[in-house]
């Protein structure tokens, strides 16, 4: 039995593709376009004090070369293994999960398991064409946080602590499913918001290695989450409000050494 991994293609998921790759056999590595975004005129009609918000945090994020700044702490973090897919003949573009070439894809392979990282949402008629469940890497402790940019809103709320990464069963519910194992990322005192969300990738990928293997194996057992004990965080929500406490809270808990300590207590 093989592994089929449906990804995107930035530095996080070549990491986990190429680490899930060098651990197990792989049929396909399918892309995924990134899902179609709201127009900003619904936006702006619908909500438009958050379009006003997004938009400032989006002004504000290329005033200060932050693209520029995530390569360079994805690579600092990630190294080597997130420049390129390690076997480029296996990756396939499927476009954006829900136009049927993704399906198609997957149907070519039967007998494989899917192991997921990075998409859209994946239809329920893809995930039916698993051998056992389908499997998803979040990178968030679910079920408290679930959802968009998770390694980002703990710093917000202060709690380092509960920045990893979830391997789950891949279902139609964000982020739910049952779950298989989860981890917690190491943290260094010099981590900026974008080194944290690299170790939560890094912990979330040792985790997904050993998952995959029991998946392969079919000896995989999960727990049910209580999916009213956290909460699924949205992309709406990542104004530039909210982008200026967390830098302020990332600054505090430097001054603490507080990522010290969560990393030392794993």
Known sequence: MALVIITGDGAEHRYVTNHLMQAHPVAAVLV???PRRRSWKTVLRTAPL???DKALRQIFLRLIGDAAAREASLRRVLGASSAAFDRPDLVQQVGRPRDGGLA???AAHPG???AIYGTGIIPDDVLALSQ???LNM???LSPWYRGVSCAFWPILEGSPDMVGATVHECTSEVDGGLIYARARAALQPDDDLHSIFARA???GTQAYVNVAAEALEDRLAGTAQDLNAGREYRGAMLGLRFELKTRLALRRLRRTAALEQ???AL
């Open 50 to 52: 958050r379009f006003v």
């Open 112 to 114: 494989t398991v899917l």
């Open 104 to 106: 198609q894809a997957v």
């Open 132 to 134: 056992g469940p389908a």
């Open 32 to 34: 995924c376009t990134p």
């Open 201 to 203: 990738v890094v912990a």
């Open 138 to 140: 979040h990178t968030g």
């Open 262 to 264: 969560a990393g030392a």
